[in-house]
């Protein structure tokens, strides 16, 4: 079973890799204006591109992955997501650079799916929780250093060798998966099967899914505007704002493998991953409070709401494959990032907008409404995961017996 450690190491790189060419590519948007004469709406089109693409095709990937396999649907999609980078990178003109980055989050969503239904897969439900956290944080990790390491590129050889750099990463996460990724060890037959409808037609998994949402949408709008609120409504640095949105990747990122651990140890998904929606909300209410107050007390509030936003995210991928179990795991997958993306794709400008209409002590307060919604629609839940653990441990202790 050491095996599965190269299978998460694997889905990592994978993870890392979309998220480079996800979150890297703001990094490039003064190369994106000026070697392409785009105006600002256009540059803001470019940079959401490959998350439009990504969102379009999650519940294809996870269904796939299903069907197929890890191995082939990683390969095939970050490899041809590779390929759209390449053409990206010798586009001559704004359409032409935006079919090409629609192209590769289309075909690089793969990795999010299936790298996640890998992992499941090849982890018991007793280290699940940590392993799917170290997976995630390949979200953070991977954006950051696209963010530092791209510029260089753009720098030494303009804006086609920084989108080079990222067509490498996606072929090298495809070759990895080709020649590393392999089928789980088959379930023993006495394990019961997981008594689930499918993904779709899944009360659960939907209300988790909308859960989760609520919860992402106060992650999108706070690391979007962390910078923007210390610079200008406090006078921070820019310099130093941009180290506070670092600390609350890097923190998000630990947290993330805290709150994993945690919940192996537990035994359950859905009581911490609500505690931590309420803990953003309260985070988020005190941030509200402390606008105006010295920064020495309002920074650390600040960042302890960032990193509570983002630390939730392995919990509700390992959530959702355990309701629908290991063999429909990559289209429960696909269908909660789905809804997660689909409602939270307008936070950033929804929050902006509130903001310039009221005050950003207003906007952090209604923004603590959304992830109390998500801890309160993720109620009934609780109930259905406790009845899970009862019999589950009521089996352990007959098999026992």
């Known amino acids: 079973m050491r095996y599965r450690y190269v299978i998460l190491a694997v889905g990592v790189l994978a993870q890392g890799a979309l998220s480079a060419v996800q979150q890297g590519l703001p990094a490039l948007g003064p190369e994106l204006r000026e070697e392409l004469h785009l105006t600002l709406s256009q540059v803001g089109v470019i940079l959401t591109a490959s998350s439009w693409g990504i969102m379009a095709t999650l519940l294809l990937w996870g269904w796939l992955a299903d069907r197929i396999g890890e191995r082939i649907v990683i390969s ?161 640095r820019a310099e130093t704002a941009a180290v506070a949105l670092a600390a609350i990747q890097v923190g998000g990122a630990l947290a993330r493998l805290v709150a994993g651990r945690r919940s192996d140890l537990e035994g359950r998904r859905i009581a911490p991953l609500r505690r931590l929606g309420l803990g953003s909300a309260l985070a988020l209410a005190a941030t509200a409070a402390l606008v105006s107050a010295p920064l020495v007390v309002l920074v650390p509030v600040l960042l302890a709401a960032g990193v509570l936003t983002m630390s939730w995210n392995g919990l509700a991928f390992t959530a959702t494959a355990e309701l629908s179990g290991r063999e429909r795991a990559g289209t429960a997958i696909g269908l909660q990032q789905t809804v997660m993306r689909a409602l939270s794709s307008g936070a950033g400008v929804g929050f902006g907008a509130f903001v310039a209409a009221s005050s950003w002590a207003v906007g952090f307060a209604a923004l603590a409404l959304l992830p109390l919604a998500g801890w309160w629609t993720m109620r009934p839940l609780v109930a259905e995961e406790e009845a899970r653990v009862a019999a589950r441990e009521q089996r352990i202790a007959a098999a026992a017996a």
Do not use: K, N
């Open 76 to 236: 095939l999609g970050l490899g041809g997501g590779a390929v759209a980078l390449v053409a990206a990178s010798g586009a001559d003109g704004y359409g032409g650079l935006l079919a090409a980055l629609l192209v590769a989050g289309a075909l690089g969503g793969a990795a999010s799916t299936a790298s996640g239904r890998a992992v499941i897969g090849w982890f018991g439900r007793r280290q699940r929780g940590l392993a799917l956290g170290i997976r995630q944080m390949a979200v953070p990790l991977g954006g950051a250093v696209a963010a530092l390491t791209l510029p260089l590129f753009a720098a030494a050889g303009g804006l086609e060798a920084a989108l080079l750099a990222l067509a490498v990463t996606s072929a090298v996460g495809a070759l990895a998966a080709a020649i590393w990724i392999r089928e789980p060890p088959p379930v023993p037959a006495d394990r019961p099967r997981v008594s689930a409808p499918p993904p779709l037609r899944d009360r659960r998994v939907w209300r988790l899914a909308t859960g989760s949402a609520l919860l992402v949408c106060a992650q999108v709008a706070i690391v979007s505007f962390v910078v923007l609120f210390l610079h200008d409504a406090r006078g921070v």
